[in-house]
């Protein structure tokens, strides 16, 4: 009887059997790993007792500074410890905090750290990889997978009397917990396209994007330790145009002005409800979101030309905005 011998292949070597997700996300939590902060609060509580709390930062330069979430120092004294991968822990200050934007940066005075790329959320796509790094529950240095579920989210915010919507929020399905928020959600090159701010629910985490408006938001809390917005007292609602004066403008919708406040810049402008804007210093205005966006430090007190539709009239009307004041 003929036996037969079977030759088989060696076994593959351990970075061979790593797939092209795997290997994907490992670089990134290698890249990342050490640029995310473990970062621990003392925050007071009703009564004025001071209970501990945690989250996660990203360091963004060299010289010590991090970003994180407002609502992580939010009500702390203004300083906290952070550790990070390569085992140091350092003292923080908080520089600013934005608590519209749910931003705000930190400093620590030890250097050097090693900084965090910040990538552009508006390259991002749906069913792209993402990679959040953070401290969930005090773990430190967890890292979670998955993509992106949906773009252009909005998330509601408050700052004393002052409300704002953040757009263009980051929907994934990566697992976030509290202690997430803060931490670093990356790109498939590892490089932070999103702060991770909140846990909506399972399978459902959201994160402030990085992109031109908050890397001015983040700039101004680095240089200034806030940031400074333009008010005009009124309530606000999207609107479709009237299909006249669409085709008039070239553009199917604006922004009514359901309703003024006495005494602030719009009712001074002669800004009526019912009145539809569709321009600022002649750029155009299609939604709230967009005016909110230009609502930028530049507006304040100075002159600017709010172009609105008032029935068949279209009227350049002067307003001179306010600082919003939480």
Do not use: C
Request: proline share 6%; net charge neutral.
């Amino acid at each position: 009887m003929t036996s037969v011998t079977f030759i088989s292949d060696p076994p593959p070597s351990e970075d061979d059997a790593l797939d092209a997700y795997s290997r994907t996300v490992v670089h990134v939590a290698e890249r990342l790993s050490p640029s995310v902060a473990n970062l621990r609060v003392s925050r007071r509580v009703p009564g004025g007792r001071l209970l501990d709390g945690g989250g996660s930062g990203v360091v963004i330069t060299a010289d010590g500074f991090l970003v994180t979430s407002a609502h992580v120092v939010a009500r702390s004294d203004g300083r906290g410890r952070a550790s990070f991968a390569d085992g140091r822990e350092l003292a923080y200050e908080v520089v600013g905090a934005d608590p519209l934007s749910d931003l705000a940066v930190l400093r620590t005075q030890d250097a050097p750290l090693v900084p965090a790329e910040l990538g552009d959320a508006e390259r991002l796509r749906v069913g792209q990889l993402v990679v959040a790094i953070g401290n969930p529950h005090g773990f430190a240095s967890s890292v979670t997978a998955g993509v992106v579920s949906a773009l252009g989210r909005s998330l509601p915010t408050r700052s004393g009397s002052a409300a704002r919507m953040i757009d263009n929020v980051i929907q994934t399905d990566a697992a976030l917990n509290p202690g997430n928020s803060g931490g670093a959600l990356a790109d498939s090159r590892g490089r932070v396209v999103g702060i991770n701010t909140a846990v909506a629910g399972i399978g459902l985490g959201l994160a402030v994007p990085i992109n031109a408006a908050t890397r001015r938001i983040i700039g101004a809390l680095m240089t200034d330790g806030r940031v400074r917005r333009a008010y005009i007292g009124a309530q606000l609602a999207d609107r479709p145009l009237p299909p006249r004066l669409a085709r008039r403008l070239g553009r199917r919708a604006g922004v009514e002005i359901v309703d003024v406040l006495p005494g602030r810049p719009a009712e001074r402008a002669g800004l009526r409800p019912g009145d539809l804007l569709v321009a600022v210093d002649r750029t155009p205005v299609e939604d709230v979101s967009t005016l909110q966006r230009l609502m930028a430090s530049e507006l304040i007190d100075r002159p600017a030309a709010f172009t609105v539709a008032r029935d068949d009239i279209v009227l350049d009307l002067q307003l001179v905005a306010e600082e919003l004041v939480g």
